[in-house]
Each structure stands twice: as structure tokens, then as C-alpha cells.
């Protein structure tokens, strides 16, 4: 049992980590980004893009994937504000509608985009990358042993731990980012009221572009270790991680950061439950199910506050 | 044109009144709407004379199915502005309900109408009922959830639906000892419900609870205050379209006699969608032929470019930017005449009720 909670916990940690971007962006426009999923495929992408095409990189050891995070980070980043300000930005004062289509149209653009560009196989993630290789040893037999961590009577790999730290460390500062910066308070004024903020003097287009950099970033960052762990990238992967992303953030209650990590772990967690109680074809079920009925007893969700309609 | 929130105005009443009495010309907008509607309809029912190869039928028949679909969730959509993500599961719904129920149970297959309606009628209160209470973006999302659930389900319940291979030997429509079995014979089943649709969906929208949904969808809360219950409304508009894809389903898998759960994933439902907002949400003439556009665009495509959902998603993009209300926008009676409602854009409170929508009043 330790295990699944465990297994749940690190499923759940890439869940918060585009759970956030979701939230960000729906608390501060109040659009859905359909596209978030797909930044997160994207950014998996150009990480084994780097991994093949960057000179050397494969003699940085583990130092590789600091650099391909570094590149992913701002190549997503920029892609989410180039999206923000292309797509969503000539119709925000349009119909919710309309946006959200427009939002649907993006994801496909980037999906089939990425399959124009990288074929429509799997991609193999590159032995150069792989976080498995750099965190085991190589025991008397020759095969490579992962190294893990005992907790009660479950194991963590080493691997599952670096990218949990990680997720942890970054939630922990961006709620510092959004608390207590200047940006932060910005961010938080546009999402209360956008107008009284512009009123204000808060740059709202610059506030919202930021925002969707943090949360592609994040997205991007969510990609590369995906890839890094999984080790293998598809270009529709970002459409149902995204999908569950988003469950985890209704979840915890859109618009909320730590509603967001709560959320995605509680959805990590109740997957995990539901692939040792039903069997791993199930799962993606198991999650909508809970979503729908979760939505009928509290649709606030776990942290959410009730929010007035946009028209 | 430059959108904003005041493009959503509606016509004064009396205008609409003033133009059902002017003269009817053959070379006015409405006039010329007429003729293309009567040129469709003949186009359509002789078709199968003009070429009755069993590719262009079943590309008719295909086009037709679809053309049934996005008028469903032109409804759910367009009309009540309820953003539907998973249309295909009631799709779904209808097809494997009437699969099973005739394969394994040997029913006839009109007996398994009233079946697929229930079906879908309990698919859609599942579905629509908790979540239409709530805000229209977590509708979309439950609606994808639950295209994704219907899939799942299809493809892993192998007693029942017979998993990833589907259900196959689906008969035909048999009445008494007369069975329909010559593929022309589908294409025209197909017509005749598409016919109806086309008359009686438009009919429905322009009475009082078509009235409602589009006052729901215009404001909510306004629509509250004027004594419609919002909740009711939009589970009907919702349920109708549900019925509406389960029996375009039905006709889908007497036709292929064949269901399969790769039929149904989430890109068949973008596409519908696509369809409905490409022609224009809440138009029928543009629901049409937003439907024409997906269906043969691909089959047009195939030979020249493989990649063409990426067509799609940038066609989708640039409607959307470009021309919002779709090409042949409910606003207006042909795709290139002026917005019906441009003079009255100044005014700065919009007015949120209507009786009266350009494209209703006449046949398309």
C-alpha cells in the first residue's frame, strides 16, 4: 500500500506541475487553455532535440539535462506568450466561446505540428538523458541497478525522488513569486479585477504575458522530465496529460496555486488507488469518474472559491 | 470585422416584423437563400443519378452523417452556447446501443430507436446534470471527460461491446418482409432525416424554448431574471442534441454495420465542432456547409497532404480570428451580405431578448 501511495505521489507531482499553468492562466484571464497540455508535449520535444543536436552534451553527464531544462524553459516560455499574444489576446473581450475554440484550434495547430516536424512515432528519448542511467549502478552481473530509497515498507528510485524535490522546489517558488513580489501582487490584483488593476497602473499585458511564460515554463520543465523518465514522447501525450492536469486543478479548485499541487497529488494518489483496485485500463476512467461526481458534491473544489461567470 | 462584446446585439422585433411583410423577391438576400436551399435539396436527391458509384454514395452518406451531427450540437452549441467537447459519445452511445441490441439480441433495427433515445436521454441527464449547474468551462471539460470515458469503456468492456474489434454484422433496417440493403437506399434514409433537421431544427429554435436558449446563452443571469429556468433549458437543449447524435449514430452503424471504438475519439468531436463554428454557431445554412468543408476537405486533401489536422487547426485559428461569427454567420442571410445588426452597434447597453433570427425565417 505504501507503494501505490508513493507511486501516486510522483504520478501526482507532474499532474501539480502543469496543474499549475492551467490555474495560473484561468485565474488571471479566466480562459481555459486547451494548449497547456501541448506546451508540455512541446517542451518534451525540444529537450531531445537539444539532446541530439547540441555538440558535446552528452560528456556533461547529468549537467545534460540542467542545460536542456534551461533551453526547454525559455523556448516553451516564449511560446506560450507568442500564443497568448497571437491567439488569445485580439479576443479578449470576445465571447467566452470563441476563445475557448480558439484554444482548441491551438492545441491542434501544436499537435500536428510537432507530428509535421517529428513524424507521428514515438519518439525514443536519447541514452544521453535518460535520469534512470545517471542515478543507478552497474552491479557484478553488468546490469544497471536502480538506486532507491526505502520509506516504511515502500521505495522511492532515486530518479522518482530528483523529479519530486523538483516539482516541490518549484511550487514552493512561484507561491513565493506570487505572494511576495511586486509581479506576484500584480498578478493577483488582474485576477481579482482586471480593470480596477489597469487603473491602477498594473501593466496588464505585460502581467498576462508573464504569466503565461511562468506557466509554459513550468509545462516545459513538466515535458523534459517526462521524457527524461518515461523516456519515450509521443506528439498526442500532452492532450490526456493535459486533460488530467486540468481534472486536478478543477480538483483543488481552479485558480488556486496550492489548490493546484493538492489537486494534482489528490489525483496521482486516487489513480494509483484505482489501478490497483481495477487494473491500469481503467485508470483514465477512474479519474473522469471521480472528476464528475467530485463536481456534483463540491464544485468549488478542495480550496476554490466560488467565481462569478465572465460573459 | 473588429469584435467586442456589442456584436451580440439582436434586432429590434419590429424590424423583423417589418421585413416577413415586405415583398418577397427572388433577387433579395432571402431570395436568393431560397433558391440555393431548393438547388441543395434537388442536388442532393439527385446525386445518386448523376453518379451512383459506391464511392461518391458513400462519401454522400458519410457527408450527410456529419451534416447530422454538427445540426445536433448546433443546438447544444449554438443555440444554448454550451460548449460540448465530447458531442461523439452520444454518437457512440447511439451506434453501440443499437449494435448490441441487434446483434446480440437479434431486436430489428427500428426497434431499437425508442432504446437509443432512452440511452442517450440517461447518457445526457449523467452527464449534463451535475455539470450544467456549474460554469460553461468545467462543461467542457467534463464533456471531453466523458467522450474519453465512453471510448475507454468501449475498448475495455469486451463482453459487451466487444472491445478494441468493435461489434460487426450489424443489420440492416428491415420493415416487416422489406429490408433496406442497397447502399443508395441509406443515402436516401440519410436525406430524409437530414431534411428533417434541417426544417424542423430551425422551427424549433425560433419557439419558445428556442427562445429561451439563446437568451441563456446571451446572459444567464438576465435570462434568470426574466423567469426562464436556466437549468431546464439548457438540459433540454442538451438532451435534444444527445437524442440527436445517438440516432445520427444508429444510422451510422446500420451503414457501416460496423462499430468500432477508434470511431470515436476526441478528434471526431473536434471535427463536428469545427464544423459548427467554421459555418457559423446558431446558423443552419452555416452549419451545413461547415460540414461539407470537414468532410470533404480530408477526402480532397488525402492525396496532397497527409498532415491535415494541421490544415484544420490553423483553418480553425484563422476563422476564429478573422471572421468570428463563422462563414455564413446566423447574423446574416447570405455568407456575403452585411451584418444584419451593424446599425445597431452604437447602442450601449445590449438588448438581450429577440424573437426574431435572419436565418429562421426562411427554408435552407
Given amino acids: ?311 | 470585422m473588429p469584435i467586442d462584446a456589442k456584436t451580440n446585439l439582436l434586432l429590434p422585433p419590429t424590424t423583423g416584423q417589418a421585413r416577413a411583410k415586405a415583398k418577397f423577391s427572388w433577387t433579395s438576400d432571402h431570395g436568393i437563400l431560397r433558391i440555393l436551399g431548393i438547388v441543395g435539396i434537388v442536388f442532393v436527391f439527385a446525386l445518386p443519378l448523376i453518379n451512383s458509384g459506391n464511392y461518391t454514395i458513400q462519401l454522400g452518406t458519410q457527408a450527410l452523417i456529419y451534416i447530422l451531427l454538427a445540426l445536433g450540437l448546433n443546438v447544444v452549441v449554438g443555440y444554448a452556447g454550451l460548449l460540448d467537447l465530447g458531442y461523439v459519445a452520444f454518437f457512440a452511445v447511439g451506434a453501440y446501443t443499437s449494435g448490441i441490441l441487434t446483434t446480440r439480441l437479434g431486436w430489428p433495427m427500428w426497434a431499437t430507436i425508442p432504446a437509443v433515445i432512452l440511452m442517450c436521454v440517461i447518457a445526457g441527464i449523467v452527464i449534463g446534470g451535475p455539470t450544467l449547474r456549474l460554469r460553461s468551462d468545467y462543461l467542457a471539460i467534463v464533456t471531453l471527460g466523458f467522450g474519453e470515458i465512453i471510448r475507454i469503456v468501449a475498448q475495455n468492456w469486451e463482453p459487451v461491446t466487444g472491445g478494441p474489434s468493435g461489434i460487426f454484422g450489424i443489420p440492416s433496417w428491415s420493415f416487416g418482409g422489406f429490408t433496406l440493403n442497397k447502399i443508395q437506399l441509406y443515402y436516401f434514409c440519410a436525406v430524409v432525416v437530414l431534411l428533417l433537421g434541417c426544417f424542423g431544427i430551425p422551427r424549433l429554435a425560433k419557439g419558445k424554448l428556442g427562445r429561451a436558449w439563446k437568451a441563456v446563452r446571451d446572459d444567464e443571469d438576465a435570462a434568470e431574471a426574466m423567469g426562464i429556468n436556466t437549468y431546464t433549458t439548457k438540459i433540454t437543449a442538451y438532451i435534444i442534441g444527445a437524442v440527436w447524435a445517438g440516432l445520427a449514430g444508429q444510422l451510422q452503424a446500420s451503414f457501416i454495420s460496423v462499430v468500432t471504438p477508434s470511431s470515436f475519439v476526441f478528434l471526431q468531436s473536434a471535427l463536428v465542432l469545427m464544423a459548427v463554428v467554421i459555418g457559423g454557431m446558431g446558423s443552419v445554412p452555416g452549419v451545413i456547409l461547415g460540414a461539407i468543408i470537414i468532410t470533404l476537405g480530408p477526402e480532397l486533401l488525402r492525396d496532397v497532404w497527409e498532415n491535415r489536422y494541421l490544415a484544420f487547426g490553423i483553418l480553425l485559428l484563422v476563422v476564429m480570428l478573422a471572421r468570428p461569427k463563422g462563414l455564413w454567420p446566423s447574423t446574416s442571410v447570405l455568407p456575403w451580405s452585411r451584418d444584419k445588426r451593424d446599425h445597431d452597434a452604437k447602442v450601449e447597453t445590449p438588448a438581450k431578448s429577440h424573437d426574431y433570427d435572419p436565418q429562421e425565417e426562411v427554408p435552407s
Fill in chain 1, 1 to 311: 500500500m505504501t507503494q501505490v501511495i508513493l507511486n501516486g505521489l510522483f504520478v501526482g507531482s507532474f499532474y501539480a506541475l502543469i496543474a499549475l499553468g492551467y490555474s495560473m492562466v484561468y485565474g488571471i484571464i479566466k480562459l481555459l487553455n486547451f494548449a497547456h497540455g501541448d506546451i508540455f508535449m512541446f517542451g518534451a520535444y525540444i529537450g531531445m532535440t537539444c539532446l541530439v543536436a547540441i555538440p558535446g552534451i552528452g560528456s556533461l553527464g547529468i549537467g545534460a539535462l540542467a542545460v536542456i531544462l534551461l533551453v526547454s524553459i525559455v523556448l516553451t516560455g516564449t511560446t506560450g506568450v507568442l500564443i497568448e499574444a497571437l491567439a488569445y489576446r485580439p479576443l479578449r473581450t470576445a465571447p467566452r466561446l470563441s476563445v475557448l475554440i480558439t484554444a482548441v484550434g491551438m492545441s491542434f495547430f501544436l499537435e500536428y505540428g510537432v507530428r509535421q516536424i517529428w513524424g507521428p512515432d514515438p519518439q525514443p528519448w536519447p541514452s544521453n538523458g535518460r535520469l534512470s542511467d545517471f542515478l543507478s549502478t552497474t552491479d557484478a552481473t553488468g546490469a544497471k541497478q536502480q538506486l532507491s530509497v526505502p520509506i516504511f515498507d515502500g521505495a522511492l528510485t532515486y530518479s522518482q525522488l530528483v523529479i519530486l524535490a523538483f516539482a516541490v522546489v518549484l511550487m514552493a517558488a512561484l507561491a513565493l513569486y506570487i505572494g511576495k513580489t511586486r509581479e506576484g501582487r500584480a498578478m493577483r490584483a488582474i485576477a481579482l479585477d482586471q480593470r480596477a488593476a489597469s487603473l491602477m497602473g498594473v501593466n496588464v499585458n505585460a502581467t498576462i504575458s508573464r504569466v503565461f511564460f511562468i506557466g509554459s515554463a513550468m509545462a516545459g520543465v513538466a515535458g523534459v522530465m517526462h521524457g527524461a523518465y518515461y523516456s519515450s514522447i509521443t506528439f498526442l501525450m500532452g492532450f490526456l496529460l493535459g486533460l488530467k492536469a486540468f481534472t486536478a486543478a478543477v480538483i483543488g479548485g481552479i485558480g488556486n496555486l496550492y489548490g493546484a499541487m493538492l489537486g494534482g497529488l489528490t489525483l496521482g494518489l486516487l489513480e494509483s488507488i484505482g489501478t490497483t483496485l481495477l487494473g491500469g485500463e481503467w485508470k483514465d476512467v477512474f479519474a473522469f469518474v471521480f472528476l464528475i461526481l467530485f463536481l456534483t458534491v463540491k464544485p468549488t473544489g478542495i480550496l476554490g472559491e466560488r467565481v462569478v461567470e465572465r460573459m
